[in-house]
Nanobody, 126 residues
Framework: QVQLVESGGGLVQPGGSLRLSCAAS????????MGWFRQAPGKEREFVAS????????DYADSVKGRFTISRDIAKNTVYLRMNSLKPEDTAVYYC???????????????????WGQGTQVTVSA
């Protein structure tokens, strides 16, 4: 089992920045990729970004390209999501996820991950 704990959410004004962290613990030796998803009230969960653990290959949703950056610290078993130029429509609960084995890019975008965190709230409002 792998446990994922997100942190760093909060209230920020439009145009502001936040950095989310996701710390992994447990059986973390086998990991192909990690990702971030979000779910706004009344909406379905949507893909935000993913990164392969080895190689650091990244993928982003069109809605966040150029504003969000996903990265990982292998030594700390942590993945980050740096969010700049935040908009009210970025308001959502953000979830971290981990995949044990290989997944294609479309599979990752569709949420085919093995483990999920509890989520952290991000609110963008004046």
């Amino acid at each position: 089992q792998v446990q994922l704990v997100e942190s760093g959410g909060g209230l920020v004004q439009p145009g502001g920045s936040l950095r989310l962290s996701c710390a992994a613990s447990g059986r973390t030796s086998s990991r192909y990729a990690m990702g971030w998803f979000r779910q706004a009230p009344g909406k379905e969960r949507e893909f935000v970004a993913s990164i392969t653990w080895i190689g650091g290959i990244t993928d982003y949703a069109d809605s966040v390209k150029g504003r969000f950056t996903i990265s990982r610290d292998i030594a700390k078993n942590t993945v980050y999501l740096r969010m700049n130029s935040l908009k009210p429509e970025d308001t959502a609960v953000y979830y971290c996820a981990a995949s044990r084995t290989y997944r294609t890019v479309p599979q990752l975008q569709h949420g085919e991950f093995d483990y999920w965190g509890q989520g952290t709230q991000v609110t963008v409002s004046a």
